[in-house]
């Protein structure tokens, strides 16, 4: 059927969908009329994503973290058949269904020890409201009130209702649009950069002051482990994690980590935390839970918090979305985990980090560019400068590659199913990016 998206759809047709996109349709971050038009995609497969006029992308984003094992992959496509012919969404209030439940089970095998209770929900942002609730509700109902506020660093990126805005970092999550309507957390500074580097004493000593200090008004410790995602693309040493999990045992606050960007696989193990033997009380996925065919999270926590859940005042956790444990999702989610349980992955995963490592080598002789870094299937090239982003897009779209690169950032997490050749344009088209990103003075 190839070229079957061009007929009946013609040049005047896109001309006339593209006006409705620019004048009546936000964008993530958007502005109405946006800046620039976007790129009309009408299939995608493998790897690529397929424009209207015919041209191919090899996708670098993973659509955002989510398309792990690339676009229209079999088993995925069987999995939301099946179920379809089930049913697509039943309400989760006094039903439920065997999607679902395989996929609780699933979940509480694959993630750290101790996580064994489930809550399934729509989205990323959903989960870490999820999150703070158990927090609150847990820490209320062992504790008493009074502990209103969590603990987190800087340059984090948690999602954007306000929940879990609130957790963003205070500048980049631009918290002074919206005033006091913003909660008003304790920001750590920001772990020190560096995977592999020691951890530093001073960080260290700051974060324990201050938890120290605010420990009688906090609940938890909210963090995303090992890689900062959104806020800025950074990777700091899961001893920052470690740490954060004594304090967090020694003042009786619970640790909750966010997986939503570094869950399956992403930096090489299964979860982030992995890679500091860290063990959270609660934990937020989502973005590749369904391999990025439908929006869907879940926010994980262990028996002891559960149970001070449902021994405290409300008697149980105050959350329920219409679309919970959305069957078609939940179906997906399991036939991706099914195929993560394969362990393809792992190669997968270290290959891309070898390729990503030899072909963004280069970068760090360039001009403008301050960092070159990589870790499991991301590869980030930060420059010196705020980045002419439509430039840099357009040269890596010539390369033949779709990337979406964000303040001084460019940067790929490519699907984990790339060959070495597709990956070697992605570095390709970091580079040419890097090279076009200065705006002209
Ligand atoms: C994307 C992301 C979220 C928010 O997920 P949405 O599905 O976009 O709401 C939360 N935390 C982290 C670490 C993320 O990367």
């Known amino acids: 059927m190839a070229g079957s998206h061009l007929e009946g759809r013609g040049e005047g047709d896109w001309t006339r969908l593209l006006a409705i996109d620019r004048e009546q349709v936000w964008h993530p971050y958007g502005a109405i ?5 976007p790129l009309p995609v009408v299939s995608a497969s493998g790897v690529r994503l397929t424009l209207a006029d015919g041209r191919e992308l090899i996708d670098g984003m993973s659509s955002w973290w989510c398309a792990v094992h690339g676009y229209r992959h079999p088993e995925l496509d069987r999995a939301l058949r099946a179920q379809l012919q089930s049913f697509a969404h039943v309400m989760f209030g006094g039903l439920t269904h065997e999607p679902a439940l395989r996929l609780a089970e699933q979940l509480v095998s694959v993630t750290p020890a101790g996580l064994e209770r489930v809550f399934l929900c729509d989205s990323g942002s959903v989960a870490v409201e999820v999150a703070i609730k158990m927090c609150l509700q847990a820490q209320r109902s062992r504790l008493g009130p009074g502990r209103e506020r969590l603990l987190t660093v800087r340059g984090g990126y948690h999602g954007d209702t306000f929940g879990a805005m609130a957790l963003c970092d205070p500048v980049d999550g631009m918290h002074r649009l919206y005033g006091g309507a913003v909660a008003r957390h304790v920001f750590a500074e920001r772990p020190p950069d560096g995977f592999a580097a020691p951890l530093q004493r001073s960080w260290a000593r700051h974060v324990e002051e201050l938890m120290a200090a605010h420990a009688d008004e906090i609940a938890g410790v909210v963090m995303e482990p090992v890689v900062q ?11 920052c994690v470690a740490l954060m999990r004594r304090l967090c045992d020694e003042h009786g606050l619970l640790l909750i980590l966010d997986e939503i960007a570094t869950g399956f696989g992403r930096t090489g193990a299964l979860f982030a935390c992995e890679h500091a033997g860290v063990l959270p009380d ?3 996925v989502g973005k590749a839970l369904t391999g990025g065919y ?10 002891e918090v559960a149970e001070a859940i449902c021994a405290g005042e409300g008697g149980a956790l105050m959350h329920g979305p219409t679309y919970m444990a959305n069957a078609l999702a939940c179906s997906v989610a399991g036939a991706s985990l099914g195929i993560l349980a394969g362990g393809a992955w792992r190669e997968q ?12 080598a280069d970068a760090r002789e360039m001009p403008g560019v301050v960092d070159v870094r990589v870790l499991g299937a991301i590869g980030v090239v930060q420059m010196d400068h705020a980045l002419d982003v439509a430039a840099a897009t357009a040269a890596a779209v010539e390369h033949g590659v779709w990337l979406r690169p964000f303040r001084d950032l460019i940067y790929t997490m490519p699907p984990y199913v790339i060959g070495q050749e597709d990956l070697a344009r992605v570095s390709a088209a970091i580079l040419a990016a890097a090279r076009a990103s200065r705006a002209p003075a």
């Open 33 to 37: 009329p946006a800046p620039a038009a």
């Open 229 to 239: 995602g959104a806020g800025g693309m950074r990777f700091h040493s899961p001893d």
């Open 282 to 284: 609660v934990m937020c």
């Open 349 to 360: 995963v270290a290959s891309i980090e070898r390729g990503l490592r030899a072909g963004l």
């Open 294 to 303: 439908m929006s869907l999270a879940a926010t994980l926590c262990t028996a």
